[in-house]
């Protein structure tokens, strides 16, 4: 699903109203509607205040009350700008009330945190995308006293606050919900957006569904329903060569685990054969971990390009290099040898990418076939800038990297990226802080390196295998754990859950054509 500014937004809301004949209202009055389902959906009916701005947002608020009253609920309505001053569809909004929902004003009552104090939930439909700069008077004292009350808030489309382009801001509502109309903003998934919105529910309305996917953005957020359809095929009748095989290089004397972890993530992506080069010292640890590996025959130095030369080549569809490898001399000439002759798509993780910062003429540029997988740490080496700046503007440093190494780049960390060399960008809404340890980034290697194998082109692989990993993490929260103690093998368990969720959604496609 396609991400877009406010302007794209309004150009959309223009052409749907004056090129395709939808009316204002009925689309103000879906909004207003889809903002007090989402409200009853969450909670049962009690006392609620909706706070209404001017324009549609304020229009929303208006019909989500009207709505809201109808579901039972016990409605406050808080009028922050005067109604007199409210025009077009806003206005026919507020005249839609029914008589027993009067408005009071935000200005006519001293302690307004008295009034809030009493309520359940709220509904902030303050300002929307066509707010400019910080929140001015009184705007700024309702979102402050709003937040200080730390009740439930759903959002009007945008937190009030927030800016729809850019994510930035200084006083921002802070929402359980945001029910976004027709596409979400970028702003939702930028700066301090995440943090802001809470969960974002997406609404079409009634906005025709071909202004809604035409590709005029090169920003994206992956849905699960699209991450469905990147599914490799799986034909009943396949076998273990059916399924092709990954090479992982990975681990060291001081890291066994690294290799164990990439290897189960590679291990769960569904392909045929994961077979490990690792160093003598690491191979008793994968036979134990995983015995459904193969490993090469052992070397009498233990030297892992050693290993790598008694490969068969022919036979490895993808190949995963870095992670617990650590950067030696030995490891640069082992990496820069595998990429100098290896024909197969590549994802380098971790040490891999330490050495690539260094030696950045090893990897052959224009070549459709590497992913790279870095932290915000390992960018910043990739790129020679500080961390901070990568966390200042985490689009710009993975598209710049991206384009840099042309190859797929997928930016760990809240709100994952995905960068392509030809611009595009996909943000990953699914994951939690569960997979904030070390050795997460190792099972999402060996995942994407186990769905290239599998013939997945390298933009879909990685898109496919970082969702997947966000939705394993996501399900152990649904299922009542706690991020702060769930290890990561509680996380790889619940990966063929993921799928089975991907398979669901897949089937569903295909029935609704």
Known sequence: MKLVTADQMREIDRRSIEERGIPGIRLMEQAGRAIAMDVAEAFPPGRIAILCGHGNNGGDGYIAARHLQRFGWDVTLIAVTPPEKLKGNAREAFEQLPPDIMPISWGNHANMAEILAQQDVVVDALLGTGAKGPPRSPFDEVITTLNEAQLPVFSADIP??????????????????????????????????????????????????????????????????????????????????????????????????????????????????????????????????????????????????????????????????????????????????LLETCETPVVLDADALNILAANPEILNPGEDKTVLTPHPGELARLLNVKVSEIEEDRWSAVARASEKFRAVVVLKGRGTLVAHPDGWITHIGAGNTALSRGGSGDVLAGLIGGLLAQGIPPWNAARLGAFLHGMAADRLLREGNSPRGVRLADMMGQIPFAFKELESSLLANQFNG
Do not use: C
């Open 160 to 337: 009030s606050g927030l800016d729809p382009d850019n994510g930035r801001g200084d006083l921002v509502v802070k929402a359980f919900r945001t029910i976004t109309m027709g596409l979400p903003k970028w702003g939702l998934v930028r700066g301090v957006g995440p943090d802001m919105a809470g969960y974002v529910r997406v609404e079409s309305l009634s906005f025709p569904p071909d202004l809604l996917t035409a590709r005029d953005s090169l920003l994206e957020t992956l849905t699960q329903s699209e991450a469905a359809d990147l599914l490799p095929q799986r034909p009943p009748g396949g076998h273990k060569g059916t399924f092709g095989m990954v090479a992982i290089a990975a681990g060291s004397a001081a890291m066994p685990g690294a290799a164990i972890l990439a290897g189960e993530g590679a291990v769960r992506s569904g392909t045929g054969l994961v077979r490990m080069i690792v160093p003598d010292s690491v191979r008793p640890f994968v036979t134990a971990a995983l015995p459904e590996t193969l490993l090469t025959r052992e070397s009498p130095g233990g030297d892992q390009l050693e290993f790598a030369d008694a490969m068969n080549w022919e036979r490895v569809k993808a190949l995963v290099i870095g992670p617990g490898m650590e950067v030696t001399t030995e490891t640069r000439r082992f990496l820069a040898d």
